[in-house]
């Protein structure tokens, strides 16, 4: 072997800060020269095929082995290459072979001819047809840890002076590979923190959109006693409701009182993202996976590391990608796209549906096993029109934000102002008496606080205002499904004679009722309203 070009390939490889490149920079540099057969690198990474390793009835500790990260040579007719990395000999146990020797003892090899010591030699036909004479082989050590093992089989003899050379190349190469992972690891918890700070930044006007809980009634009292008991614990959480009823509240409060509540809360509103996309958004990839994947990517399961992932809209995750979300809440661990290695993780999950899930079952939308691995705890968060005693409350508290938005004195809210609130149906529920409140702000800035814009009830109130209705008034508080689906007709085609017809966008119904527009899009549908405005 010629030494001074081993002195220009561990030049070469100690400016390189990419792990994968510094290890194939070793194999491939060794591998140059014209007298080696085949040179190797193994590094220790934990066991993953120990099901179909050939060495498995040898193998003393299945929870790490040495797994051959890069590889080059040619045979002698120049013909087969020898970079492939899942050939027989991928994988050394502790203690087995000359590899896994040299793994777990720290201690080097030289055979100055296998023809002779045939001691280390697992292929003695192979060693013959392709001419080799020699190997050598040093274990990778930075600062006595041994990090895997560097293998050089040549054609001719190696020598005592080209050995020590070797060696000084290994300890220089397992410097160039602790650095590489090191800068890896570095870029890594960067990319962490900048994709949680993005998370955090697009999600900080959002987190006290409802404010905090507010209300008295006897239905959210019950809602914030399971929180107090289900948030010191471990257990996944399903927050089942209409929309704009508050789950996100309800899950952040489960982390704020849990112990993760210094750690990461990532949202991750599944509607929003493209089905293309779930797999990279949810688990990462690596740099190469697919077309566009110019580099790494941490995907959000990572991101909540320790932390809280809060899974909205969990029904609109597609049926395929379910079970990989199932091994994360069995196993804790999970596969970036375009990796052949599982990462452990310790997060813990709060799904939120407005969806009926026991009927997506059914239709085949979602597996079985994962919704009851999700609905470890449910929590089930009662819309406004059965909490109305809480609407006064939630009004003069959104009317403080608004003020203190616009730096303004808040108007007052009058009896007249919370009768007509309370016999509203609010099918957007609390989203939609924010956004109701707000714009009535917006118009009281130079009178009294109106809600005309709300269509009417009808000529009975919606029911009592206290949780304990006096024998005198018998219209109920929890509405029939007829007198409930009345008032969502009536609201919708007001909102959509205020709007236009327009449903989405600044101004549209949705926005008017606090809605998303799929979702009044699909309530529109199902009560046969018409869209197109009236024409005079």
């Known amino acids: 072997m010629n030494v001074e070009f081993l002195k220009d390939v561990a030049l070469a490889v100690a400016q390189e800060q990419h792990l994968e490149t510094v290890m194939k920079m070793i ?68 203690g087995v ?58 054609r001719t003899r190696l020598t005592e002076n080209v050995f020590a050379w070797l060696r000084t190349f290994a300890d220089s190469a397992a410097v160039a590979i602790t650095n590489a992972s090191r800068f890896e690891e570095i870029d890594r918890l960067r990319a962490k923190l900048e994709l949680e700070n993005e998370y955090l930044q697009t999600e900080i006007k959002e987190i006290y959109d409802f404010g905090e809980i507010v209300g008295q009634s006897a239905a959210l009292q019950k809602v914030l006693q399971q929180i107090q008991l289900v948030a010191s614990t471990t257990a996944t959480v399903l927050i089942l409701g209409e929309s704009g009823t508050g789950k996100e509240l309800i899950a952040r409060a489960v982390h704020e009182r849990s112990p993760r509540k210094d750690r990461p809360f990532i949202k ?13 958004e949810f688990f990462g990839h690596v740099k190469g996976a697919f077309t566009g994947a110019d580099k790494d990517r941490v995907g959000r399961i990572q991101v909540a590391d320790g932390g809280t992932l809060f899974l909205d809209e969990i029904a609109e995750i597609p049926i395929n990608l379910q079970s990989k979300l199932l091994q994360v809440l069995q196993e804790q661990q999970f596969e970036r796209v375009g990796e052949n290695r599982s ?75 919370t009768e007509r609130l309370q016999t509203y149906a609010w099918p957007g529920n609390v989203r939609e008496l924010q956004n109701a409140i707000e714009r009535a702000a917006i118009f009281a800035q130079t009178g009294a606080l109106h809600f005309d814009f709300l269509p009417p009830a009808g000529s009975k109130p919606a029911g009592p205002v206290s949780s304990a209705p006096s024998p005198e008034k018998s219209d109920p508080v929890i509405l029939t499904e007829a007198e409930r689906k009345r008032r969502e007709r009536e609201s919708i085609i007001a909102a959509l004679k ?14 008017l009722l606090g809605m998303k527009p799929t979702t009044l899009a699909s309530r529109i549908k199902a009560l046969g309203l018409n869209t197109k405005p009236e024409r005079p």
């Open 268 to 280: 991750v509103n599944c509607a929003a993202i493209p089905e293309k996309l779930f797999e990279s």
């Open 343 to 417: 990462r452990k993780v310790d997060v813990r999950v709060i799904a939120a549906t407005n969806r009926d899930l026991e009927k997506e079952i059914e239709a085949g939308n979602f597996r079985n096993d994962l919704f009851y691995r999700l609905s470890v705890f449910p929590i089930e968060v009662p819309p406004l029109r059965e909490r109305r005693e809480d609407i006064p409350l939630l009004a003069a508290h959104f009317l403080k934000m608004c003020a203190k938005k616009m730096n303004t004195e808040p108007p007052k809210l009058t009896n007249a102002n």
């Open 97 to 154: 072979s000359k590899v896994g020797f040299m793994g777990q003892s720290g201690e080097s090899i030289l055979i100055p001819d296998l023809a002779v010591d045939q001691k280390w030699v697992s292929c003695p036909e192979w060693i013959k047809q392709e001419g080799i004479r020699s190997f050598a082989g040093h274990p990778l050590k930075f600062r006595q840890q041994v990090l895997g093992v560097l293998g050089v089989f040549s």
């Open 27 to 94: 194999a491939d540099g060794i591998g140059k020269d014209a007298n080696v057969a085949l040179a190797r690198l193994w590094l220790f990474r934990p066991g993953d095929i120990c099901a179909e390793c050939y060495k498995r009835s040898e193998c003393p500790d299945q929870t790490r082995c040495l797994h051959l990260v890069a590889s080059a040579g040619k045979s002698l007719d120049q013909h087969e290459s020898w970079t492939r990395l899942n050939g027989t000999f991928r994988r050394f146990p502790l």
């Open 498 to 511: 205020q709007a236009n017809g327009k449903i989405s966008g600044p101004r549209g119904a949705a926005e």
